[in-house]
């Protein structure tokens, strides 16, 4: 089964994200030749929707959920695409096996973690404080263990991964 690549943003329509083009295209050939390696990293589907995009915020270099898939922002460097992608697949794979439930309270999505509500999800803000409460929820706290370890795997099959944009 092959991950379902697209990319909302026609970078043509984006001008200042033209650069970006080669980098894209570059993303989508790396996770499709290796996909076959990366799937079996996390339970997670087979079919998942990988979306490809410039991110002009660059405040978070990727989402992912089992609803909605993965989100990548395509302006950083491959390797750390790759890590971030790794680090989306582990949140696919919380909400897959339900670890990790979320639910809308009027603007608010609030968070359950192993049944425990941890109030409303936090993004990772501007402040060392508000950075520190978003890398302390127990969720973040596994993908990121397991991002480098997932990436490193990686690279002991495949070699290592370049870490620049085209
Ligand atoms: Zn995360």
Known sequence: ???TITNPVTLEHHGS????HRQCARVREFIETHWDKILPM?????DLNIRLRPLPKRRIAGNGSLATGVMLDIS???RDIISTLMHELVHVEQ???GRLK???VGRKTVCYWKGDCW????????TKRSADKYDEQPWEKEARDRQEKMTIGLEAMIGPIPNDIL
């Open 42 to 46: 996390a339970d997670i589907p087979g």
């Open 119 to 126: 109030g409303p999800m936090r993004l990772p803000g501007n």
């Open 17 to 20: 994200y033209k650069h970006l």
């Open 1 to 3: 089964m092959k991950p």
């Open 102 to 104: 979320t639910t809308c």
């Open 95 to 97: 909400f897959k096996q």
């Open 76 to 78: 950083r460097g491959l």
